[in-house]
């Protein structure tokens, strides 16, 4: 399984942006996936996971604001970010088990 994320990009704080994860390979052994963010100079934070049975979890920080998805069809996991914050502003990252798509960046201005 291969993941390419994209649809990260500078936004104004208050505004809204959808990160995508793309999965390719064997996407069909895919079961929950997840979104992670890593802020400048800080470790990497636990956003949001999609289990396979279509639970959705937040961690409190967007829970209200971020809502996870998947579009089977597409093999595509999204992330919806609203309200954002000049804090959301981090390399965001998109896994399935152990494997780590490469990040796409967002950045939140005031």
């Known amino acids: 399984v291969q993941l390419q994320a994209s649809g990260g990009g500078l936004v104004q704080a208050g505004g809204s942006l959808r990160p995508s994860c793309l999965a390719s390979?064997?996407?069909?052994?895919?079961?929950?996936m997840a979104w992670y963010r890593q802020a400048p100079g800080k470790g990497r934070e636990w956003v949001a996971s999609?289990?396979?049975?279509?639970?959705?979890v937040y961690a409190d920080s967007v829970k209200g604001r971020f809502t996870i998805s998947r579009e089977n069809a597409k093999n595509t996991v999204y992330l919806q970010m609203n309200s954002l914050k000049t804090e959301d502003t981090a390399v965001y990252y998109c896994?399935?088990?152990?494997?780590w798509g490469q990040g796409t960046l967002v950045t939140v201005s005031s």
């Open positions: 896994t399935a088990g152990s494997v």
């Open positions: 999609i289990m396979s049975g279509g639970r959705l």
């Open positions: 390979g064997s996407s069909s052994s895919i079961n929950g």
